[in-house]
């Protein structure tokens, strides 16, 4: 007679269950950790979140220059440019010459922030030197349009290279090697230049840097109410520390760990103010001046922020 075989139905004690559990849970961990690393990059890119970028690549550099009472900012991540301003007229070869000596040949991005003269004055030289992807600037209201030598100077510039201008609409986002250009403002129409500086920032990583070119307190109050992202590590100080801009309201909103001032050595102007000094000193936040320290430089890894200057 053959015998019946009988299977037991195993039972586990909760102790095994438990370890079942753990062990679980820990594969599970493993694979998304897998899945994350291999796909994170395009989640990232798909959902388009600012400030959550993925720090791959190079570090991101910002050279501040020293170019006097004026502006000139380069950008650079991962073999990509953007430049903010090109100083004075009188500055045009040193803007060029720096270029050049950062191994420049192409520039992704360049930003006229607006239309002063200590902003663009040296940008039609640039405009010629260099061939550019993007010109972003803003449009000024008809009956306010500049109608100085340098602003024609510049168009024409643009004209004889056949540069089309992007116009400068908060929301816009570019990307810049394995950071993101983000255009704030101008968050309004005013008829004031300084007003209508293109606002923008570029995150990379944890790490937020926000440029306000030459925006005064109307154009703060507008930022502000637009609700933008303006919390950042870093912040190009608006209008050369001038007390017609920074206000309190907008450093509580941005709360920089660091600022940058482009002033000249004893600048006719008095930038920058007192009470701008003072204001960025009660929000303890740790300020580097052109006319004391020279070209300033960071370096971002994408969680950390790194000063220099040339003094």
């Known amino acids: 007679m053959a015998r019946r075989r009988t299977r037991r139905k195993l039972s586990l004690t909760r102790t095994q269950k438990l370890v079942s559990l753990v062990c679980a849970a820990i594969l599970a961990v493993a694979a998304g950790a897998a899945a994350l690393t291999r796909y994170g990059g395009r989640i ?23 170019v006097g009472n004026a502006d000139s900012i380069l950008v650079t991540k991962d073999g990509e440019s953007l430049l903010i301003d090109a100083a004075e007229n009188q500055s045009a070869d040193t803007v060029v010459a720096y270029l050049h000596s950062q191994g ?24 010629n030197t260099f061939p550019i992807d993007t010109f972003i600037m803003a449009a000024m209201p008809e009956e306010a349009t500049p109608t100085t030598k340098t602003y024609r100077k510049l168009l024409d510039a643009l004209d004889a290279q056949g540069q089309t201008i992007t116009e400068a609409e908060p929301g816009q986002t570019f990307p810049l090697g394995g950071a993101v250009l983000s255009i704030l ?16 920032r570029v995150d990379f990583g944890s790490c937020g840097f926000l440029f306000m070119g030459d925006a005064e307190k ?61 204001a960025l000193e009660e929000y303890g936040v740790q300020v580097y001046r052109c006319d004391l320290d020279g070209r300033i430089d960071l370096t971002c890894d994408g969680e950390t922020v790194t000063v220099s200057t040339e003094k």
């Not at 990232?44 to 020293?66: K, R, T």
Request: negative net charge; aromatic residues 4%; glycine residues 10%.
């Open 185 to 200: 403002g101008p968050a309004g129409e005013f008829d004031d230049t300084n007003e209508m500086s293109v606002v923008c």
């Open 44 to 66: 990232v890119e798909a959902l388009d979140l600012p400030g959550s970028l993925q720090a791959e690549g190079g570090d991101l550099e910002i050279h501040i220059l020293d």
């Open 218 to 278: 109307e154009a703060e109050d507008a930022l502000l109410a637009s609700g933008a992202n303006l919390r950042a590590d870093f912040l190009k100080v608006g209008h050369h520390g001038s007390n017609s801009s920074t206000q309190e309201r907008l450093l509580a909103a941005v709360r920089p760990t660091y600022a940058a001032i482009t002033c000249g050595a004893g600048n006719p102007y008095g930038h920058p103010s007192p009470e701008t000094l003072e």
């Open 104 to 127: 420049i040949a192409r520039l992704n991005y360049v930003i006229a922030t607006h239309a002063d003269a200590d902003h663009i004055g040296g940008m039609d030289e640039v405009v």
